[in-house]
């Protein structure tokens, strides 16, 4: 399913009045929190624009037709079994030719005051390698001009790893996608392995190669801009409110140079505002299945994790167990720190506790946690860019495990929650 189709198919608020790109898109984003919106018209712009399109697990378990609590494995699968999705020769991302290259004509948004300026934050970016193959990933890319972004890279990624090694290549930015391809280019896998892989075995999907180079692309994207990113030419990028809600500092980042840009018809503008839902929930949740799967790994039964959106969808995370010994917790924790190197802190608990509800959570800190034997402290060592306590320039940080899970012999104490007696109100009050 497009994300066009996608959008056809769920209940959304339209917005017929003239809408500016710059803050005023992004302001009614923001006041809708979680709810859907379609923009009919963009004062700067042909285009419309839609955002708060998967803002929720909801709703991505809705496009990928599986429940909430089905997610996790749902991605482990597609990870685990990638297949190969239908080429097409003729694609409806490649349906209009732009007659010039002018980013002033897209409704690129300018999301805060003090933004460094016009971003893409949406876009999958596709790169591809003579020896690794294809690689998903996303860059915010800063409109530096009519033609060119500024694209942030994150040290170490496989997209770096490319670029480091070419010093230039050609890659296309794709705006505009199902929730299939958003998720498959936010998991973390090995180099080599194609994402548009686990997007198809996520969703069926359709690519089509690029008009300017021999990479394979959703065919059913709204935008595809192409050309060419180097190392040698650099820009300020930034600044940038990030995931945690802070503005990013200002770097010295790579330039994109645009040689083409197509579209489908009639086109819609995908818009994701940093460091609300729709960015915690795309960014975080794919780092879940990889968590899971280490801690199960480590020979610990885990029922469920959740990287939470206090944790800004990035630096805690939540694991559930089955605990069957007391050393559940600690390698539960170790395994997590293995499946989600950026994370911060780890929060391990019970089978009874609730992860999605942070009073159940801190109940159990509460009540199960004691700091002398049930923290695990590590030494200083990488952590997340995004985190604006850890070390300027190195990452550097603290990382840190919770163990809040029940000792398995109580002695003479109880752990659980006593159970109270339950009533029908429609009996007693009218």
């Known amino acids: 399913m497009s994300f066009r189709e996608h959008i056809e198919k769920i209940e959304i608020n339209t917005v017929k009045k003239a809408v500016s790109k710059k803050l005023e898109a992004s302001a009614v984003i923001n006041e809708l929190v979680d709810k859907p919106v379609l923009f009919e018209k963009i004062s700067e712009s042909e285009f419309r624009v839609a955002g708060n399109i998967f803002p929720t697990k909801q709703a991505v378990a809705d496009y990928l037709g599986c429940k909430v609590s089905e997610l996790i494995p749902t991605i482990s699968n597609a990870i685990e ?6 080429v097409v020769e003729n694609a409806p991302c490649q349906e209009v030719e732009m007659d010039e290259i002018d980013l002033d004509k897209i409704p690129i948004l300018f999301h805060c005051e003090e933004d460094g300026g016009n971003y893409i934050s949406s876009g999958v970016v596709v790169a591809k390698h003579p020896e690794h193959g294809q690689n998903l990933d996303f860059h915010r890319s800063m409109q530096i001009g009519k033609d060119k972004f500024s ?18 290549m050609p890659i296309a930015i794709c705006i505009g996608n199902g929730a299939n391809v958003l998720v498959a280019a936010a998991t973390s896998v090995e180099i080599g392995q194609n994402e548009l892989e686990i997007a198809n075995t996520l969703e069926p ?10 990479a394979y692309i959703p065919a059913e994207c709204e935008f595809v801009i192409e050309g060419t990113i180097s190392l040698e030419e650099k820009a300020d990028e930034g600044p940038f409110v990030d995931l945690t809600e802070t503005r990013d500092v200002v770097r010295q980042e790579p330039v994109f140079t645009v040689k083409k840009i197509t579209h489908r018809k009639n086109a819609i503008w995908q818009a994701l505002l940093p460091g609300k839902f729709e960015h915690k ?4 949740m794919p780092r879940e299945p ?29 694991i559930k167990i089955d605990k069957q010994s007391e050393e559940d917790g600690k390698k539960a924790i170790q395994a997590g720190f293995e499946g989600h190197k950026s ?5 391990v608990v019970d089978k009874d506790i609730d992860i999605y509800d942070s009073d159940s959570v801190e109940w159990a800190m509460a009540t199960r946690f004691q700091g002398d034997k049930d923290l695990i402290m590590k030494d200083k060592e990488s952590g997340s860019s995004l985190d604006p306590s850890a070390e300027p320039g ?8 919770f163990d809040c899970t029940a000792p398995l012999e109580a002695k003479g104490k109880n752990f659980g929650k006593a159970e109270f007696p339950k009533a029908d109100l429609k009996k007693y009050l009218e």
């Open 81 to 86: 079994n990638p297949s190969k999705p239908e």
């Open 151 to 168: 694209i942030r890279i994150v040290k170490k990624r496989n997209f770096d790893t490319f670029l480091q090694d070419l010093k230039e």
């Open 205 to 214: 999907l359709k690519v089509v190669k690029a008009k300017t180079f021999d």
């Open 281 to 284: 929930v795309l960014m975080g």
């Open 290 to 318: 990889t968590i899971f799967k280490k801690v199960n790994e480590a020979g610990v039964k885990c029922i469920d994790v959740n990287v939470n959106a206090g944790g800004c969808s990035w630096l805690h995370a939540r």
């Open 343 to 347: 994370c911060k802190h780890f929060f």
């Open 394 to 401: 190195t990452k550097m940080t603290t990382k840190i495990g």
